[in-house]
């Protein structure tokens, strides 16, 4: 049973993804690759790994693409482009209620056939607590490197950020 | 900005940006919300209690006559010009002793918002407005009253005033009859 | 040029302007009641005082009387002239009755006006008010004294302008009265002016009266369609029905005044019979079922008998893109068989004008301004009203008129009367081209030497000319003497009053396509199957009933599109119902080929008044309004051909077609309008189409004449000029009646062709010998007598005579 | 029977048992929500449907059905379409990891009152909490509306921004509890919840939990008075009637979230824990309302420099304060 849901899931994310590529208009893309994100991290969950599946969710699709849409948003101000599948009502909409569906009975079905209940279960779990304890143990330079940079990218984007200094005056 | 600090400051006697001010009045208002919550509300339940208006409550119009019993209407459209929502038509006709008056006259009930333009613009006091309010329907066509409808057999609010006998054009008296005119000039009362 | 200074703005005006026109040139409107531009000043109403602080004149002024000079500066907004304005508005309020609310100017009231802007609000005088008795003044005028503020613009309208003898002012001190010397209608047929020249509610239009408020009516610009000359009036309607006409403000054309035909004769439109709904064989039908139906009949007989076998009737009165149209449908179709005119000498003239006039086209403006004026073939107060008007205001400058035609021509001003036989007009037209003058008689010689004198010594001549005398022979000779008049230096302009409002736009459509007894030929010959009629009666204009009748009667198929109850439209197989011209929107061609546009002022349907059942609007809501079917002929005709088009489209395509429409597309209404370019080069010229005549013992010419009310085919329909139509009468020379001792207002018995007729005898003292006179009446035995076939034999008997 | 079967059966009995009872309460604190306003406003609200207006959400549903569903010319009608959807899925969904009671016995079988207790629920709600952007955003690009579009731009930046308080402010509570597991949380605030442990960050949490629902004082992506309705300015009918149900079964959610973060969930004396966890939720739904009728709406650069320069630090120091405190007692 999780072999077929991961095929599905699978299958999911790669449509997706290839529909979020041909897309024309680029709210229907970023609307895809969440599709293809949130399938990802069913993938991940049903391979035993819980929590990089809840920060696939809420990171990417929770917070990039969100910032993604953001900014389309606000520029993209023109009347909305020539549907790509300008031909039955079905083709512009079926595909996206299609994958959500099926996302959204898969995430149902992983949630309520608890994964570590049965078969397919995989060998390795990857409980949040070994995650954290792998993640601060064994590579801890490492993420202390990656905050460092995080950092000075936080401290340089608020510098750059600034208003010059007349201008502070100004507001002043 | 300053200014309003002063102000902040006259009234609170403090630092304006206290944080004790703010949060004073973050939660005084939840306390006010309370209380009145547990107050009785004032809300008239209509149709269970009715109120009574003021004579001069402005709802049902009507058309009212003169002292002598004809009809005060002289059909001049004022009304229905002065109507924001047009909702009065009338046709003006004229009988055989020159008299203007309304051939039909129409008020669109269900569109009228009782404004009192109307009433407000009659030169004859002809059309005016009455406290009757509890005026309402389901078929809009009831609510389209016709002259026959509108009149009543009263001069409403100035019983006295008859517009034909000030008008000089010689219906209600006749030409040069009324008591502020002279005898009529013709064309050949001009002659040598 | 003087440039002068008004409230510290300067303006450059033309010489001659006063100074209430420099004002109005700057934006700057002052009240006034007794200046009009077309009346000029008198100084009367004292209420556009303006202060002068510089120049020639000093104080406070009439600007009205002052001419504008150099270094002028005036101020209107110093308080000695506000309040000055003030006072006088105050004393013409003072015995001003207080009638507003029952007066038919509420609204459009200028004294209410005057008032409301001097700021004058309460009557301080609390003394008697004078009063006057009225006057009944006809169906058409209503008279209402009181409210008069003496400003004199009625007299100077009535008398002075429109030459009125009937009507004037009498007084003693304040007790002066504008009225007529007994009750009774207002002779002259531009009464109706005086109700748009007075500034208050003295005289009201009375088939308006009580009808409508000023806000309520929707209005357009408009063109008249009564006439050729294209006047300009404002329609409007309400409730479905057209309320009224007023004259509206064209400078090239009527300037600002209109004729009573135009401002009364505008109920055509509101007919009780007028036919609103689709009928295919007799059953009224919806429109798609209509359309459809006559689409397949058409190619039907097309595909039978080719296409030669549809004939199409255009119609001077249908719009220039409705005609067009019709035009762009034979020509799909294949068919060349289109004429515009079921009258062919009418259609000839058109054609001819619509080739040859080009720039010597005289406008009612140019005639106005002319020095001397030769009216010939040509009757203006029956044919073309405003034209009178015009020569009138040439002859109050002292221009000299001469009036070459048979018939009594009646004008509101003096002229100089040559009664001349209509057979010898051609020989007055090659006289005057410098031909032999002799092989007239010996008296009109004589007086023909002093009119070619006259018109070879004046610098803006004007030959005016009309189709039902001289036909379209004539029209083109009248048309090539004028041309050998002219010079370089000394214009000699011509005037051709034509048949409709658009007979000059369907002679240019026409080219050299047949006429319309071409086609009752083909149609009597069974060549041809279909006649599409677009607003046109083929009954209207035929010479021969009888034999048109037999045409029609050998038709397959009778298309017509018409908004009039026409014989035509009766008896058609297939009928669509198109708007009236204050219901539609589209362009008229002039005489003088003046391209004039009017809008839509209403929509059609069925007036409440009609459709409610008396005057009470019906109490129902109804998804379509009632009677609301008829469509424009243009969309009609552009629907029938698969073709969606706006008015735009139609324009330009014109324009694209015919070169001479240039700027069609940009024209707007209410302007002046606009010439049409010329043609070049000038079409062939049509066949010479002789008079015929035939001389018979004891029997005398009859021609037929048009009637200011009676003839034209719109005024027919239009129930409010009854009171000006005449019983049917016939004229008769003085010598003739004396021969047949017949005497003044005797009843006779006229016989012709057309069978015979009792009607009234008029003796004319001037009528040339051995020709009678009848004026077409519609709706009577005198409708069949058409002007401009040639003559009928005729005789006339007295009663007695015809019981023998 | 296979105990297979029974899981599924007991599972679908619970869903069913969700459903009925969260569309239920979602429509009568609609209810609740009019009535409060008009007591605080010195009216009755809705009282004339049924006894005490009790059938009121049964007319509005009938309304709201009834309604003419219009799309606006120009819209992107498979986005327009599925936005409401998103709205409500999302909201509905969070609930599959609240647990309302401990697990009971039924016929000799222990059933965990919770759909399912997984390991990263508060991950979980997290994540479909930043997953219900979508439905405001897309909802309101897809009208092609301006004052949509306006809504739905300022939603998006006003969830994105509320969610990081939010999701720090359950740092202090997530180390307390020692678990991502809702039931494990509940059982950690016996006998102490952890709004008097830690109140800075019930509090931090309350008010995100308002942004997030998106109500005032914090309803900018809707702002009645600037921009007409927000982001479902163009939405009638039952799409409307999505966004609207979704908007109050948000407000459950949040509410139960609360009640197990911060109040002990089911925890409570003498009564059956079942009742104390719907008394907690229905608290806080009535803070909520009375929020509303109280507070005034945020001006947009207001709620953003509340959010950036506000709560993100206090909840930062709170994490660090609470980190090293447990640290300390621990140590």
Not at chain 2, 187 to 192: A, E, K, Q
Not at chain 3, 247 to 262: E, H, L, P, S, Y
Not at chain 4, 97 to 116: A, H, K, N, Q, Y
Request: hydrophobic share 45%; aromatic share 10%.
């Amino acid at each position: 049973m999780a072999t077929i849901i991961f095929y599905i899931l699978g299958f999911t994310a790669l449509i997706a993804t290839g529909l979020c590529i041909t897309r024309r208009n680029p709210v229907h893309a970023v609307v895809y690759l969440v599709n293809a994100l949130f399938a990802l991290a069913l993938i991940f969950y049903l391979l035993g790994a819980p929590l990089v599946a809840a920060w696939e969710v809420i990171i990417y699709a929770g917070a990039v693409m969100v910032l993604f849409l953001f900014i389309i948003m606000m520029l993209e101000l023109a009347p909305n482009p020539v549907d790509e599948a300008a031909g039955p009502g079905w083709m512009r909409w079926g595909p996206v209620l299609l994958l959500g569906l099926v996302l959204v009975a898969c995430t149902v079905l992983l949630i309520l056939v608890d994964g570590q209940s049965g078969e397919g279960v995989p060998t390795y779990y990857a409980s949040p607590q070994d995650f954290g304890y792998a993640l601060f143990s064994r590579y801890a330079l490492a993420v202390q490197v990656v905050s460092f940079q995080l950092f000075f990218a936080a401290v340089g984007a608020f510098y750059v950020g600034k208003p010059p200094k007349r201008r502070r005056k100004e507001q002043a | 900005m300053a200014e309003g600090i002063d102000v902040y400051k006259r009234r609170y006697g403090q630092n304006p940006k206290s944080l004790w001010r703010d949060l004073k009045g973050t939660v005084e208002p939840f306390y006010v919300t309370l209380r009145n919550m547990f107050k009785k509300p004032v809300t008239y339940q209509y149709p269970e209690e009715k109120r009574t208006p003021y004579p001069r409550y402005r709802a049902r119009i009507v058309l009212t006559r003169d002292p002598e019993g004809g009809e005060r209407c002289v059909a001049c459209y004022l009304c229905s010009a002065a109507c924001p929502v047009d909702c009065i038509s009338m046709q003006s006709s004229e009988d055989e002793n020159g008299r203007r008056y309304a051939a039909w006259f129409r008020i669109n009930f269900s569109r009228c918002i009782y404004c009192g333009l109307c009433a407000e613009a009659c030169p004859t006091l002809a059309i005016q407005m009455t406290p009757f309010y509890e005026f309402s329907g389901r078929d809009p066509l009831k609510m389209v009253y016709e002259k026959e409808d509108l009149l009543i057999a009263d001069g409403g609010k100035d019983n006295e005033y008859n517009f034909y006998k000030h008008a000089g054009i010689g219906v209600a008296n006749p030409r040069g009859g009324n008591e502020d005119e002279y005898g009529p000039v013709d064309v050949r009362s001009n002659l040598p | 040029m003087p440039i002068l200074t008004i409230d510290n703005q300067q303006i450059e005006v033309l010489k001659g302007t006063n100074v209430l026109e420099a004002a109005k040139g700057l934006g700057i409107v002052i009240p006034h009641f007794c200046y009009h531009e077309a009346l000029g000043a008198v100084g009367a109403c004292r209420l556009c005082a303006m202060n002068f602080v510089e120049g020639p004149v000093k104080g406070i002024q009439m600007a009205c009387m002052i001419e504008a000079k150099d270094e002028m500066v005036i101020t209107t907004t110093d308080q000695a002239s506000q309040e000055m304005r003030a006072r006088v508005i105050e004393w013409l309020m003072m015995y001003h009755p207080h009638d507003c609310p029952v007066c038919d100017e509420g609204g459009e009231c200028q004294l209410q006006d005057m008032t409301i802007a001097g700021g004058h609000d309460i009557r301080r005088y609390g003394g008697k008010k004078r009063t006057y008795s009225n006057q009944d003044l006809g169906p058409f005028i209503c008279h209402e004294m009181n409210r008069c503020i003496q400003c004199y613009r009625c007299v100077r309208t009535y008398q002075d302008y429109c030459g009125g003898t009937d009507f004037g002012v009498l007084g003693t001190n304040q007790r002066v009265y504008f009225g007529r010397f007994r009750d009774g209608r207002l002779e002259s047929p531009f009464s109706g002016n005086i109700v748009d020249a007075c500034p208050t509610g003295v005289f009201t239009d009375r088939t308006f009266r009580y009808r409508t408020r000023y806000w309520d009516i929707e209005e357009a610009p408009s063109v008249c369609p009564h006439c050729s000359l294209g006047c300009a009036v404002i329609p409007g309607g309400r409730f479905r029905e057209l309320q009224r006409v007023r004259g509206g403000v064209n400078k090239q054309t009527n300037g600002f005044f209109i004729c009573d035909r135009a401002r009364f004769g505008g109920g055509y439109g509101n007919h009780p019979e007028r036919p609103r709904v689709p009928r295919v064989d007799g059953a009224q039908t919806t429109w798609p079922e209509a359309l459809r139906a006559l689409r397949k009949r058409i190619t039907d007989l097309v595909a039978r008998h080719g296409p030669g076998a549809v004939a199409f009737l255009g119609s001077p009165r249908a719009s220039l893109e409705a005609n067009y149209l019709l035009d762009s449908w034979a020509a799909s179709l294949g068919s060349r068989r289109i004429a515009f005119d079921s009258h062919w000498q009418h259609d000839r003239s058109a054609r001819v004008a619509a080739g040859k006039l080009g720039p010597r086209a005289a406008s009612l403006e140019d005639i106005r301004c002319s020095d001397f004026i030769l009216m010939i073939g040509v009757d203006p107060l029956n044919e073309a009203p405003m034209l009178a008007l015009a020569v009138r205001q040439a002859v109050r400058r002292g221009v000299r008129l001469a009036v070459i035609d048979p018939r009594p021509v009646t004008l509101p001003c003096a002229a100089a009367h040559l009664p001349l036989a209509p057979e010898a007009l051609p020989d007055v037209l090659e006289a005057l081209a410098g031909g032999d003058i002799r092989r007239l008689g010996r008296r009109e010689a004589v007086l023909l030497e002093g009119i070619l004198e006259q018109l070879r010594a004046a610098e803006r001549p004007v030959l005016i000319g009309g189709p039902d005398l001289l036909g379209a022979a004539g029209i083109e000779r009248l048309l090539d003497t004028a041309r050998l008049l002219a010079s370089e230096h000394r214009p000699c302009k011509v005037m051709t009053v034509l048949a409709g409002p658009n007979s000059f736009g369907c002679g240019v459509l026409a080219r050299q396509g047949p006429d319309f007894e071409a086609i009752l030929n083909g149609m009597l010959a069974g060549e041809i199957k279909a006649l599409v009629c677009l607003e046109s009666d083929p009954m209207t204009g035929s010479s021969d009933p009888a034999r048109t009748g037999m045409a029609l009667g050998k038709l397959e198929l009778l298309a017509a599109l018409d908004y009039l109850p026409t014989a035509a439209a009766h008896h058609a197989h297939l009928f669509l119902p198109t708007t009236a011209v204050p219901e539609s929107a589209g362009v008229y061609v002039n005489n003088e080929g003046r391209m004039l546009l009017f809008s839509s002022a209403m929509d059609p349907g069925t007036p409440i008044s009609v459709s409610g059942g008396g005057d009470h609007p019906p109490r129902t809501f109804l998804p379509a309004t009632p009677g609301s079917e008829p469509r424009p002929a243009w969309a009609t005709l552009g629907h029938l051909q698969g073709r969606r088009l706006s008015l735009r489209d139609i324009r330009q395509a014109i324009e694209m077609e015919h070169p001479n429409f240039a700027g069609l597309s940009s024209l707007t209404t209410g302007g002046e309008g606009k010439r049409i370019a010329d043609i070049s080069p000038p079409p062939e010229t049509a066949p010479e189409i002789p008079f015929p005549h035939s001389e018979g013992e004891g029997t005398l010419r009859l021609y037929a004449m048009e009637d200011f009310a009676g003839s034209g085919e719109l005024a027919g329909y239009a129930s409010a000029l009854a009171p000006l139509r005449p019983t049917p009468f016939v004229m008769l020379g003085a010598l003739d009646a004396k021969q047949r001792s017949l005497s003044d207002g005797q009843q006779v018995r006229l016989r012709s062709e057309l069978g015979g007729v009792g009607v009234a005898l008029r003796v004319v003292p001037d009528l040339p010998a051995g020709i009678a006179l009848v004026p077409r009446l519609r709706g009577t035995a005198l409708e069949s007598y058409v002007p401009g076939r040639g003559h009928y034999d005729c005789q006339i008997l007295s009663e007695d005579e015809e019981k023998t | 029977m296979s105990d297979f079967a029974i899981d599924i059966l007991l599972i679908l009995v619970k869903l069913g048992l969700i459903f009925a009872v969260l569309l239920t309460g979602a429509a009568y604190l609609v209810l609740a929500e009019r009535r409060v306003l008009g007591r605080i406003q010195r009216r009755y609200g809705p009282n004339r449907v049924g006894p005490f207006g009790m059938m009121q959400p049964l007319a509005d549903a009938v309304k709201l059905l009834t309604k003419e569903d219009f799309i606006p010319a120009q819209a992107d009608k498979p986005i327009f379409f599925v936005a409401p959807g998103l709205a409500a899925v999302t909201a509905l969904l969070a609930f599959a990891v609240v647990p309302f009671s401990p697990p009971i016995t039924l016929f000799g079988r222990e059933v965990p009152m919770v759909v399912c207790d997984l390991n990263i629920g508060v991950l979980y709600f997290l994540g479909l909490s930043s997953l219900a952007v979508y439905g405001i955003a897309l909802g309101g690009w897809a009208s092609n509306s301006k004052y949509a579009l306006l809504g739905g731009i300022r939603g998006l930046a006003q969830l994105i921004s509320y969610e990081l308080a939010m999701g720090l402010s359950l740092v202090p509570v997530v180390l307390m509890a020692g678990s991502f597991s809702l039931t494990d949380i509940v059982l950690a605030q016996n006998p102490v919840p952890f709004a008097l442990l830690n109140p800075v960050a019930f509090l931090v949490f309350l008010i995100s939990t308002a942004a997030e629902s998106k109500r005032i004082p914090f309803d900018i992506p809707e702002a009645e008075n600037e921009l007409v309705a927000g982001f479902h300015t163009e939405y009638s009918g039952m799409r409307f009637g999505l966004f609207f149900v979704g908007e109050y079964i948000n407000m459950m959610i949040l509410g139960s979230m609360i009640t197990v973060f911060f109040l002990g969930g089911w925890i409570g004396p003498v009564l059956p824990p079942i009742v104390w966890f719907f008394a907690k939720v229905m608290a806080v739904a009535f803070v909520f309302i009375w929020m509303r009728g109280t507070l005034p709406r945020l001006r947009y650069d207001q709620l953003m420099h509340f959010g950036w320069k506000f709560l993100i630090p206090v909840s930062l120091i709170n994490v660090i304060v609470t980190g090293a405190l447990l640290l300390w007692l621990k140590g």
